[in-house]
């Protein structure tokens, strides 16, 4: 065997089946081929000379005989046009064009056909190929159609939700809350929406800073451009400039070869929402400062410098200013940023607004779940009002959250906010080491009459232990109250804990190989 007689080993049959050395030979196979699948496997099939007299008929197609009043000897030999009512065989031997894919209805029911014409070696069309590929293509095509429209709603339902997305998901109206301190908040916002300064949002966890940046844009002559966010301490630093600032086509090989914008470009002529902005990285914070300055960002492995137009909105839970006492944060960036301080208060500041934060909260909740609208009792309110909410409205939405799952009862009582965890994590947070120092807590722990009575119990009934035991116990309590407040989310647990999410992680490996 040579290598222009190359051959197929018929793995079924066990033989060598020479395979013809000429390309028209395979094309000439192919087309037996795909003729003797047909022939056996589609619903009929038929053939018809030029002058329109069907030649042959396939067996399936038999069956379709009765229906259109004939029988093989009155078929076969007869004009397609006489036969066949509605056929366009005739149409495609005096055109040369097939009809691919077409709808055929007549007496004997409607038809999924396709027409080929049939041409000779010098290409002039000899007669045409009909194939009947399904009968009755209302029902039998009903789960391709069905399954057509399914998608077809998907897709329309992603494109909404897509724009949705883009469109900021609240006002300043979202703002819950009518106490003098949540009214001040309402108001600066406002204010800073009529601007194009940078904003900064001061505020512990879950006091509401990602919530009045979407507000703020919404209400600012930006709102119908993009409301863009990225969250500093959510992206690895080694990712960030790229996040930051895109990447040129051709940088990088592999999955950036393309290019691709930064969130910057993203933004432009929009919102810029620059969310924990303490926690980012000193190198990159020099960059960031000239870009604020020079509204110019140059994509990584690119010399070239794109302008844009964007109006940073930049929130932290972090103490800026003490950082900058402490060197983690440039001075001249806090000065670029700071020019819209707006502080937000927590939660235990504004206990007066508790009331009305809970009813939204629990309408959102019951919107969302599809559960009906639970209502808090007076006791419930007066027992959440004594908590601490480390996690602030965040928390309060939570624990709402647990107890709307918790129960089909219409009204949550106190008691069904006894299984939260007790305590606050908070007094734990206080000695566990932070990197970055947090914003100072209005009062850090609860008075001596709301100490709960578990842990009164818990006190007198651990026997004394070496301090070593007790501070690690203590610990890997406080990072379990923390993780099921945030329902296992480690990032806002290591906020809540106020250390950073790597000594979470290492803390959390150390109590499992403890355990
Ligand atoms: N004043 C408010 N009115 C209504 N809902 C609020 C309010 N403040 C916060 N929330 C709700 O609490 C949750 C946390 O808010 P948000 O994410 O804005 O907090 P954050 O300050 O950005 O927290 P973090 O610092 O942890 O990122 C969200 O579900 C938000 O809708
Ligand atoms: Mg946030």
Redesign the pocket.
Known sequence: MTDSQPDVRDSAAGQSIPLPADPDGMLALAARSMFDTFARTAMGMLVVDRAHRVVWISEGYKRFLPALGRAEADFVGRRVEEVIPNSLMAQVIDSGQPILVDLLANQAGTFLVSRLPLRDDAGTVIGALGLVLLDDPETTMQPLMVKFSRLQRELDAARSQLAAQRRPK?TIA????ASAA?ME?KRQARRAAQTDATAL?L???????????QGIHAASARAARPFVGV?IAAVPDTLLEAEFFGVAPGAYTGADRKGRDGKFKLADSGTLFL??IGDMPLALQAKLLRVLEEHEVEPLGSNAVQRIDVRIIA???HDLQAMVAAGTFRADLYYRLNVLPIR?PALRERLS?LEA?AE??SE?IARRSGLAPKHLSAAAIEHLAARQWP????E??NALEQATLMTDDLVLTAAHFGRLPEGSPAAAAEDAQDPAPRLPLASKAPPAETVPHAALRDAAQDAFKPLPQAIAELEARSIRQALALTRGNKL?AS?LLGISRATLYEKLAAIETSA
Do not use: I, M, P, W
Not at 174 to 177: A, I, K, P, Q, Y
Not at 391 to 394: H, M, S
């Open positions: 609240h979202s703002f819950v809350g949540a908040v949002l505020g512990e966890t879950g006091t509401g800073k990602e919530l009045l940046a969250n969310d924990e929130a932290t839970s937000l607004d934060l939204a909260l959102d996690g602030n409205v965040r309060l939405r806002a906020r």
